[in-house]
């Protein structure tokens, strides 16, 4: 609320990513009761969009290292066939 003393809704808009009737509501809220205009919980989203993406990254992780395990092992198998091979000529 306090940028908007200083700048357009535009210019806050513009500058934090949100639409003009988001801004609005707020604004209307506010001065229709400023002490339970903004009782939720803050930027909670920011913390629910990081974890989402470290649990993306940790599926990932897991999925790469799954398949990175199932390509040693055969790996493995195709070398010990190729060492039967010399060894039985």
Same mark, same amino acid.
């Given at each position: 609320?306090?940028?908007?003393?200083?700048?357009?809704? %535009? #210019?806050?808009? =513009?500058?934090?990513?949100?639409?003009?009737?988001?801004?609005?509501?707020? !604004?209307?809220?506010? &001065?229709?009761?400023?002490?339970?205009?903004?009782?939720?919980?803050?930027?909670?989203?920011?913390?629910?969009?990081?974890? %989402? #993406?470290?649990? =993306?990254?940790?599926?990932?992780?897991?999925?790469?290292?799954?398949?990175? !395990?199932?390509?040693? &092992?055969?790996?493995?198998?195709?070398?010990?066939?190729?060492?039967?091979?010399?060894?039985?000529?």
């Amino acid at each position: 609320m306090q940028e908007l003393a200083t700048k357009s809704i %535009a #210019e806050v808009c =513009r500058e934090h990513n949100l639409g003009p009737s988001l801004i609005t509501y707020w !604004k209307r809220n506010y &001065e229709e009761n400023p002490a339970s205009a903004f009782a939720g919980h803050g930027n909670l989203w920011k913390d629910d969009a990081k974890f %989402a #993406e470290r649990e =993306r990254l940790i599926g990932q992780l897991y999925a790469e290292n799954d398949f990175l !395990k199932k390509a040693l &092992e055969r790996l493995q198998q195709l070398n010990a066939e190729e060492r039967r091979r010399c060894n039985s000529k």
